[in-house]
């Protein structure tokens, strides 16, 4: 490889689009394939494959560019084992790993065996991390000979930090949308009950205490949510009798 144009503004374009993913449209699948096209352009290798994990670790979405990379992202989806999913994993650096040794045959059968038939012989994969957490991997499919040159793996590592404040701005407005909306239903619940404790409270002659004790105690008697019951009471769809006093 050589020396990479930092300078280039096509370099600087790709930084600035990757971090700049505050937007609702924002499109998981178009990102990946766009960073995956990224690496292959900027840098000049033949294909690579983008990785993102889910909640729980394991890759939900993968991008391709460049030979065999449809048929790599394939593999990564199912979860066959490779270097996008092991460095997600270990959140490590995989730099210049032969794919023609025999251990790497057998580290990482099917994945070694099409990448290989599409003339690739080494690989470098990096994680999309941020401040410690890692989101998911970006493999980089090269030649073993000379194979990623320092200012190669430099500007990988500079798209990668990039791309990886690009997938967090996404992650975080859902986390806030999520936010919201259990505030927004809490609220909503909350106001539905005091509600019905007035209406039982008015009905029934009964202290706001004892209209809520009613309420919550037909709620479990009857396996109902008891927002669903104080919105039938307010509603006047039902009835809440008042329990007969203990003998």
Known sequence: MTSLPFSDRRFAAA?????DTLDDAF??????????????????VPAAC???TDPEGHIGQAGAHGPGGRDLRHLVVLGEPGPCAECA???????????????????WPAYTKAAVGHG??????????LRGLTVGAVTLLHRAHPG???????GAM????????????????DRLRTTIAQLRHALSSRIAIEQAKGVLAERRGLTPTEAFELLRGHA??????????ALDVVSGGTDVPVRPASA
């Open 89 to 107: 994993q270990a959140g490590t650096h995989l730099l210049n790993v032969p794919l023609t040794a025999p251990d790497t045959e057998q580290r």
């Open 27 to 44: 499109d998981t699948q178009a990102f990946l394939d766009g960073l995956a096209r990224h690496y292959v352009e900027l840098l000049g």
């Open 15 to 19: 930084l600035v689009g990757l971090a």
């Open 50 to 52: 983008t990785a993102v």
């Open 220 to 229: 479990r008697a009857h396996s109902q949510p008891l927002r669903q019951l």
């Open 148 to 154: 990623l040159d320092e200012p190669s793996v430099r």
């Open 158 to 173: 500079t798209l990668t930090h990039a791309a990886s404040i690009g997938l967090a701005h996404p992650r975080a407005q």
């Open 120 to 129: 690739h012989t080494a690989v470098t994969s990096l994680p999309l991390q």
